[in-house]
Nanobody, 126 residues
Framework: QVQLVESGGGLVQAGGSLRLSCAAS????????MGWFRQAPGKEREFVAT????????HYADSVKGRFTISRDNAKNTVYLQMSSLKPEDTARYYC???????????????????WGQGTQVTVSS
């Protein structure tokens, strides 16, 4: 089992940047596909970005492509989400998740993830 703890959220003006971090416990971090999701009030949780076990493959939601970058450091058991050119519509609680399934390289479906963090709030003011 892995525990995930997100950090780095906060209040930022539109056009600004934030870097989220997700620290994982355990010794098998490199065996998990990692993903970032977000949920705004009154809306369903939505996919943001995912990264393969060795970091060689990534995939992004169209809404964040070109503005957000997912990366990971397996030596530090940490996955990151660098967010730039933030917009008010990016306001949400951001969650990281870990998927131990070996059938896929990356994963966009929330239902496929096995472990979730508690989330970190990102608020973008206009």
């Amino acid at each position: 089992q892995v525990q995930l703890v997100e950090s780095g959220g906060g209040l930022v003006q539109a056009g600004g940047s934030l870097r989220l971090s997700c620290a994982a416990s355990g010794h098998t971090f490199g065996s998990y596909i990692m993903g970032w999701f977000r949920q705004a009030p009154g809306k369903e949780r939505e996919f943001v970005a995912t990264i393969s076990r060795n970091g060689g493959s990534t995939h992004y939601a169209d809404s964040v492509k070109g503005r957000f970058t997912i990366s990971r450091d397996n030596a530090k058991n940490t996955v990151y989400l660098q967010m730039s050119s933030l917009k008010p519509e990016d306001t949400a609680r951001y969650y990281c998740a870990a998927d131990q399934n070996y059938w896929f390289n990356v994963q966009v479906r929330a239902a496929m993830y096995d472990y979730w963090g508690q989330g970190t709030q990102v608020t973008v003011s206009s």
